[in-house]
T-cell receptor, first 111, second 113 residues
Framework: TQLLEQSPQFLSIQEGENLTVYCNSSSVFSSLQWYRQEPGEGPVLLVTVVTGGEVKKLKRLTFQFGDARKDSSLHITAAQPGDTGLYLCAGAWNAGNMLTFGGGTRLMVKP | NAGVTQTPKFQVLKTGQSMTLQCAQDMNHNSMYWYRQDPGMGLRLIYYSASEGTTDKGEVPNGYNVSRLNKREFSLRLESAAPSQTSVYFC????????????FGDGTRLSIL
């Protein structure tokens, strides 16, 4: 079983603060995805990273894939209450059909 | 666009009862998945189907069975529900390619008393 560890599990911050969420594994992934989930809904894809060292930006969100493709980070600049939710990383290995999900980071941004 | 549709949205069962969770997708995806989500544990894969006519066990298959009825539909059955199966169940589908996103339904919240 490939394991993905996310940290922190919970994060409560004020509007305007910056934050970083980490996703780490001992396994090498062929690709890694970040999802965001709101209460009562299923996860929705934010980004897919494929190449070691890759950086992708989505407005105030910056995603990075580690050089060795074993870890990833999500950085949010100037967080807003609308960023509140559960953030999940998920890794795929080889070219298989399965994803391994991390335990999630529950983010609350207070106005 | 409906995407992935799950029914029912909520269900309460007594220990030992059986039920089937339904899932259908309208995106012509080959792969479909069933996950359970428990607090602090992310999503754990129960079963998946890489294509019509095939199913494979995931990380936590015990106590569950699945049927890939056709390309659109993938059902999950609990033959004899146990309190440990209280969870939120998500169905997902994905198109070809390992970097393609999985598209999720809104989940079925299942409580077993």
């Amino acid at each position: 079983t490939q394991l993905l560890e996310q940290s922190p599990q919970f994060l409560s911050i004020q509007e305007g603060e910056n934050l970083t969420v980490y996703c780490n594994s001992s396994s090498v992934f062929s690709s890694l995805q970040w999802y965001r989930q709101e209460p009562g809904e299923g996860p929705v894809l934010l980004v897919t990273v494929v190449t070691g060292g890759e950086v992708k930006k989505l407005k105030r969100l910056t995603f990075q894939f580690g050089d060795a493709r074993k870890d990833s980070s999500l950085h949010i600049t100037a967080a807003q209450p609308g960023d509140t939710g559960l953030y999940l990383c998920a890794g795929a290995w080889n070219a298989g059909n399965m994803l391994t999900f991390g335990g999630g980071t529950r983010l609350m941004v207070k106005p | 666009n409906a995407g992935v549709t799950q029914t029912p949205k909520f269900q309460v069962l007594k220990t030992g009862q059986s039920m089937t969770l339904q899932c259908a997708q309208d995106m012509n995806h080959n792969s479909m998945y069933w996950y359970r989500q428990d607090p602090g544990m992310g999503l754990r894969l129960i079963y998946y189907s890489a294509s019509e006519g095939t199913t494979d066990k995931g990380e936590v298959p015990n106590g569950y069975n699945v049927s890939r009825l056709n390309k659109r539909e993938f059902s999950l059955r609990l033959e004899s529900a146990a309190p440990s199966q209280t969870s939120v169940y998500f169905c997902a589908s994905r198109g070809r390619g390992s970097s393609q996103p999985q598209h999720f339904g809104d989940g079925t919240r299942l409580s077993i008393l």
